[in-house]
């Protein structure tokens, strides 16, 4: 199976900066790679999918880039509702994966 | 608004089946694939499955032969039995549909705890 890893384990930024999340695939996933931000108690919410493409209601401060098996998630200027954990996740091969996740906190 | 509903026992002794039920409202359960997915306390996602509403399956290797997921288009519910549950198998369990760009909708989750 595909293994996602992400880095880092955690990322400590105040609002306003800029995050930048990282995804690694073991093997080529091509563009078939997507985000999905969670909140405590919440279920994922759907980001980004095909590796850069916004999903519907998604603001524009978050975006996706990269391909094959390294993909970026960069969120421009964090707003408070943007503290979470952050899951990247391959469709390319059977089964589909989860990466560990990415916990963006308030520094 | 369509919604997922999971729903089923949040305690499940070991050795015995785990059967949860995803319940589609607001909408057709109907032309899309379906996937189970759990999360234990305080760790990532674990996909376990998907299903078409034609009753086709993919399921995790991992789960082995332990793993069934079928679907009732008459009542929209799609349902998940996992037998031979251990601890290991404590999780949130999530249904989720499956679009091309990915999962675009969840249920809330509900929590199953296997212990005797």
């Known amino acids: 199976e595909i293994v996602l890893t992400q880095s880092p384990g955690t990322l400590s930024l105040s609002p306003g900066e800029r995050a930048t999340l990282s995804c690694r695939a073991s093997?080529?996933?091509?563009?078939?790679l997507a985000w999905y931000q969670q909140k405590p108690a919440q279920a994922p919410r759907l980001l980004i999918y095909?590796?850069?493409n916004r999903a519907t209601g998604v603001p524009a401060r978050f975006s996706g880039s990269g391909s094959e098996t390294d993909f970026t998630l960069t969120i421009s200027s964090l707003e408070p509702e943007d503290f979470a954990v952050y899951y990247c996740?391959?469709?390319?091969?059977?089964?589909?994966?989860f990466g560990g996740g990415t916990k963006v906190e308030i520094k | 608004q369509e919604q997922l509903q999971e729903s089923g026992p949040g305690l499940v002794k070991p050795s015995e089946t785990l059967s949860l039920t995803c319940t589609v409202s607001?909408?057709?359960?109907?032309?899309?694939?379906w996937s189970w997915i759990r999360q234990p306390a305080g760790k990532g996602l674990e996909w376990l499955g998907r299903?078409?509403?034609?009753?086709?399956?993919n399921y995790n290797p991992s789960l082995k032969s332990r793993i069934t997921m079928s679907v009732d288009t008459s009542k929209n519910q799609i349902s998940l039995r996992l037998s031979s549950v251990t601890a290991a198998d404590t999780a949130v369990y999530y249904c989720?549909?499956?679009?091309?760009?990915?999962?675009?909708?969840w249920g809330q989750g509900t929590l199953v705890t296997v212990s005797s």
């Open positions: 607001g909408g057709s359960i109907s032309n899309h694939y």
């Open positions: 093997q080529s996933v091509s563009y078939y």
């Open positions: 095909d590796a850069s």
């Open positions: 996740q391959q469709r390319n091969t059977w089964p589909l994966t």
């Open positions: 299903i078409f509403t034609s009753g086709t399956t």
């Open positions: 989720a549909r499956a679009r091309t760009s990915g999962y675009d909708l």
